[in-house]
């Protein structure tokens, strides 16, 4: 699949039923040829509405994308660097920002303005995906290793 078909591919799942965050979870891991829609979807479906319905947190197509990330990229095990995900979720959040402005599923909703049949969010997440497919197919060569960013430095 190429980044359109993966677009293509997020809104006709949402279109058909699944939710923002397992719709762009579902493509983009068909899209990199890992596991076939029906396979997994679940573990994305908390995140849709901003966090069960509640709009209150983050968009389920940015929470979807991270969760499919994370299954594409992810640490194997406690002790695997984790900087290339780190960085491409740090990636992937600022360009979906660029999309409205927002990460919050309330204010991008608001931001797409008034919807019919979630069109506009349909057509976000399919964005979503989109960007998240072309940050997968970059194959940037890794940066000098850094520590978790969870800890002040020198600790």
């Known amino acids: ?7 293509r591919r997020a809104y006709e799942l949402f279109q058909g039923g699944l939710i923002c965050s397992e719709a762009i979870y579902a493509a983009v891991l068909e899209g990199s040829g890992k596991a076939p829609a029906e396979i997994a979807t679940g573990v ?3 995140f849709g509405g901003g966090v069960g319905r509640s709009r209150e947190e983050m968009c389920g197509a940015l929470a979807g994308g991270l969760v499919a990330l994370g299954a594409l990229r992810g640490r194997a095990g406690a002790g695997c660097d984790w900087d290339d995900v780190a960085d491409k979720a740090a990636d992937f959040r600022e ?3 660029a999309l409205t402005g927002r990460t919050s599923c309330k204010e991008v909703l608001a931001a797409l303005g ?5 069109e506009k969010c349909k057509r976000y997440t399919a964005s979503a995906a989109g960007i998240l497919y072309e940050l997968l197919e970059d194959a940037r060569p890794a940066g000098a290793p850094r520590t978790c960013g969870c800890c002040a430095a020198g600790n």
């Open 44 to 46: 994305a479906t908390p």
């Open 1 to 7: 699949m190429d980044k359109a078909q993966v677009e």
């Open 114 to 118: 008034p919807q019919e049949n979630m």
């Open 95 to 97: 360009r979906v920002l």
